[in-house]
């Protein structure tokens, strides 16, 4: 076996095969690269959804496909002039994904200020910060997703002594992930257990300079509530602050998101129920 190195070519190796024919003219060796086959690529796309935990209901969430002018799609035409100053849902929408767009792009510039997405259900908080994950996921980032309710649930589970995962195995990855994305907060009961959890996890990152994301339905208390137009098909987007972030967190909680990130509110229709009425001829 003859072996040659390219000195220019540092780790490159030609080997030459043992029973080559002698005599045989010996010609630069042929060099072939392995090239990933597409269904790798799939798989790998699936083993990292996976890694980061991201729910298979929420795997085609991207910035492309968030849409931000819902109300002119809706009504197939733009909002009348005088309805359309100050707040709408389309301007609502669009600076919503701005935000969470320019996080992502900047990322790890600015990320010691994650973002707190707050608004009605439907209207894609959870779609816009799984679109941050797997963006920054793309970018080699390590990212997790994780349900507050669940998260909870494992955590309580994992004190039973005979549970397969200790607590400190649930805990490790919701403290150490460089960029974590905590949905729904605040849905679960708020239990002094669960507000002093939430208040651990969320003290350790913000000392740790880690990114979190969190989506909740709650609002703050308001004396100003925004006025936003109704939908084309005479739908009120509805602002609930009967009970708020604080009721559901406590202010020490609440002051430490104020702290650790930035706060975006989203005033817009339930995506799929206003889609799904005009598909069904109810606009
Ligand atoms: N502006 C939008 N453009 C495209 N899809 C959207 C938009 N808003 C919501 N959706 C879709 O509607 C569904 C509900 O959105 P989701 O992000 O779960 O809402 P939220 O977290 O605010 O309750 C998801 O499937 C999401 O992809
Ligand atoms: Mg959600």
């Known amino acids: 076996m003859i072996e040659r190195v390219d000195a220019n070519q540092k780790a490159e190796r030609v080997i030459q095969r043992k029973d080559a024919t002698p005599g045989a003219s010996v010609g630069p060796p042929k060099l072939t690269w392995a090239v990933p086959c597409d269904c790798s690529q799939a798989d790998r796309a699936i083993r990292s959804l ?5 729910p298979r209901r929420y795997e085609h969430c991207d910035f492309e496909n968030f849409e931000t002018d819902v109300w002119r799609l809706l009504s197939k035409q733009p909002l009348a002039e005088g309805k359309a100053k100050g707040r709408t849902p389309d301007s609502s929408l669009a600076s919503a994904k701005t935000i969470v767009q320019g996080f992502a792009r900047e990322y790890p510039a600015g990320s010691e200020t994650g973002l707190l997405l707050m608004g009605p259900c439907g209207v894609g908080k959870t779609h816009l910060t799984v679109a941050a994950l797997r963006e920054l996921m ?6 997790r997703f994780y349900d507050y309710r669940e998260l909870l649930k494992d955590l309580q589970a994992s004190y039973d002594p005979d549970h397969p995962i200790s607590e400190m195995g649930v805990l490790e990855p919701v403290l150490k992930t460089e960029v974590l994305l905590i949905d729904d ?10 507000l002093d959890t939430i208040g651990h996890i969320l ?3 913000y000392n740790d300079k880690l990114a979190t994301l969190l989506t909740t339905n709650y609002l703050d208390p308001t ?6 137009p109704p939908m084309p098909s005479g739908q009120k987007i509805t602002v ?18 104020h702290e650790m990130c930035r706060t975006v509110e989203i005033f817009a229709p339930d995506y799929r129920r206003e889609f799904r009425d005009a598909s069904q001829g109810r606009s």
């Open 203 to 205: 003290n350790k990152r």
């Open 185 to 194: 907060i605040g849905a679960s009961k708020p239990s002094q257990w669960a």
């Open 138 to 143: 793309g970018r080699g980032h390590e990212v």
């Open 50 to 54: 996976a890694r980061a935990r991201i």
């Open 240 to 257: 609930m602050r009967e009970e708020t972030l604080i009721d559901r967190l406590g202010q020490r909680v609440r002051s430490r998101l």
């Open 223 to 228: 004396e100003n509530e925004p006025a936003i």
